[in-house]
């Protein structure tokens, strides 16, 4: 197969490194409007094809799949003209900048018997795996919340604000996690760059039931965290990416009730027990996700992280932006 990548600043590189590592990959052409990054993908990958012609390179008949890196806002419009032309889509997250975009890609993409990839790169972590597994096999019981903190000082990006920028992360794991939808979403966040970008920002998320979902992102923290606390009936999950081993540890805690017979308060009693960290796949998520959506080229399966899951985070974001507007008014999804 050979593949065109289009954006080579800060992530394209990484995109391109793993899918040249893929031996079914023969090639990969690099493409960026910005001359200077072409000349850097050429001294870091010796021999490379590079382009500063998306257009051109599209409508090539030789290659078979289009990686998009490029900001949010122009995702769409690459996108949709590479699936016209009949290539199978990579696309960084999150997908497109709306909820009409992203469906109108699906669409496309049905019609004409092409996949899309949404690149949601933590699904494909060996921690996030590990966690679905305890999820799936019952060990956290029926899941009461989770909940998600994602701060570091910058990188403050120019075209969408902190939830577009860093939530797409959380939002996908949450939904890959859970496997529920949300209903509603409700969010407040503050600007104080003077761009009218959020560069704070607060996240809630409601379900049927009453699973909760929190999600805290900032671009002004003077250090970097990445946990995320999942609650359940049986075990508490902590996952935190910032530590080198031992990032998701399962506590054997949590409460159990008991109603007394004609009284009407009931008795909540505290269990402690053993904490467990398991081991993990340390594979680098980019390449457990670039060979899986290779794997579903050739074998005609969905990817994990489809059009489907790329709009079912994008149509968050959206609703959080009419939230913030609203000063955190709940907006149903
Ligand atoms: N999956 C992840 O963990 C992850 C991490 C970082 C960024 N991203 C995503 O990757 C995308 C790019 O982010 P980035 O941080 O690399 O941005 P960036 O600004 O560093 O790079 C974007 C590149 O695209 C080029 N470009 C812009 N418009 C173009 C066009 N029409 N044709 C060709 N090239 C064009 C720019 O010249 C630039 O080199 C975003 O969607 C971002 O959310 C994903």
Partial sequence: MKVAVIGTGYWGPNLIRNFLALDEVESVIACDVDASRLARMRKLFYGIETSHLYNDIIDRPDIDVVVIA??????????????????????????????TEAEELIAI??????????????????AVRKMKELITSGR????????SVRVNLGLFQHD?????????????????????????VSAIGSCHVGNGLED?????????????????????????????????????IVYDDTETSEKVKVYDKGIDITTREGVYDTLVQYRT??????????????????????????????????????????????ASAISIKDRGKLVEL
């Fill in 70 to 99: 490029t900001p949010v806002s122009t995702h769409h419009e690459i996108a949709k003209r590479a699936l016209l032309a009949g290539k199978h889509c990579f696309i960084e997250k999150p997908m497109t900048a709306s909820v």
């Fill in 200 to 236: 704070i920002a607060y996240l809630t998320l409601e379900f049927e039931g009453n699973l909760i979902a929190s999600f805290h992102v900032n671009w002004l923290a003077p250090v970097k965290i990445r946990r995320t606390l999942i609650g359940g009936t049986r075990s508490m």
């Fill in 160 to 184: 969408v604000n902190v939830i577009w920028d860093l939530a797409p992360h959380d939002l996908s794991i949450m939904n890959y996690l859970l496997g529920q939808k949300a209903v509603a």
């Fill in 273 to 318: 027990g053993d904490m467990l960290s398991p081991k993990l796949d340390q594979e680098e998520a980019l390449a457990v996700g670039t060979r899986h959506f290779i794997d579903c080229l050739l074998n005609e399966e969905t990817p994990m992280t489809d059009g489907q899951a790329g709009l079912n985070v994008v149509r968050i974001l959206e």
């Fill in 109 to 126: 993409a049905e019609q004409k018997g092409l996949k899309i990839f949404v690149d949601h790169t933590f699904v494909y972590t060996g």
């Fill in 140 to 147: 956290l019981g029926d899941i009461y919340y989770f909940d």
